[in-house]
Nanobody
Framework: QVQVVESGGGSARTGGSLRLSCTVSGDAFDTSTIGWYRRPPGKEREFLAQINKKGETYYRATMQGRFIISRDNVNKTVHLQISNLEIEDTAVYYC?????WGQGTQVTISS
């Protein structure tokens, strides 16, 4: 059974950085495109970035620059580095491997 587990969320200040991690069990890591999404308070879930098994990346246009997605094939983990944090980055961040969603990790940004 595929498991998708996010970690690395928490509280941070504006201007800082965070690295979120998504660990995917089983063969899904090697075969799936893995993406990061987020749901800000009171808003719909939105796509941020994805990386495929070849390491090719794709970003939502407005996110490129502050967000960097990468994969660690040894530890079967995909990271999302967020720099220059903004209040608007406050959200629950989700990872999706193929069609399997994780439970999400809360990120709260304050000034």
């Amino acid at each position: 059974q595929v498991q998708v587990v996010e970690s690395g969320g928490g509280s941070a200040r504006t201007g800082g950085s965070l690295r979120l991690s998504c660990t995917v069990s089983g063969d899904a890591f090697d075969t799936s495109t893995i993406g990061w999404y987020r749901r800000p308070p009171g808003k719909e879930r939105e796509f941020l970035a994805q990386i495929n098994k070849k390491g090719e990346t794709y970003y939502r246009a407005t996110m490129q620059g502050r967000f960097i997605i990468s994969r660690d094939n040894v530890n079967k983990t995909v990271h999302l580095q967020i720099s220059n944090l903004e209040i608007e980055d406050t959200a629950v961040y989700y990872c999706k491997a193929g069609t399997i969603w994780g439970q999400g990790t809360q990120v709260t940004i304050s000034s």
